[in-house]
Nanobody, 126 residues
């Protein structure tokens, strides 16, 4: 499993960005996926997760209503649409794979994600 996040960049506060995560190795179609982020000097923070089928999603309270996670198992891609971005959301964003096979519900537990991609930097200017 080789995950790679992309789509980061510089955006003004209130703007939008769309992140993508691809897997160049085996398909992650049977596993939940998540986006997490780490701001400078802060701990890793859960952002959003989606179960293997795409039927169930989970969001942190801080992004709910502004971010949307989705996946395309045929293309082996996971996406995070981020709207109304805030300066405090400047961080490196990572995609990660749930360690449980075909878990019904996506988890917020960072410890359950076993494969992590190289992150993509999102910078939100004020």
């Amino acid at each position: 499993v080789q995950l790679q996040a992309s789509g980061g960049g510089l955006v003004q506060a209130g703007g939008s960005l769309s992140l993508s995560c691809t897997n160049s190795g085996r398909s992650f179609g049977n596993y939940g996926m998540a986006w997490l982020r780490q701001a400078p000097g802060k701990d890793l923070e859960f952002v959003s997760a989606i179960n293997w089928s795409g039927r169930h999603t989970n969001y942190s309270a801080s992004v709910k209503g502004r971010f949307t996670i989705s996946r395309d198992n045929i293309k082996n891609m996971v996406y995070l649409q981020m709207n109304t971005l805030k300066p405090e959301e400047t961080a490196v964003y990572y995609c990660a794979r749930d360690s449980l096979f075909m878990a019904v519900l996506p988890t917020t537990l960072k410890e359950r994600y076993d494969y992590w991609g190289r992150g993509t930097l999102v910078t939100v200017s004020s």
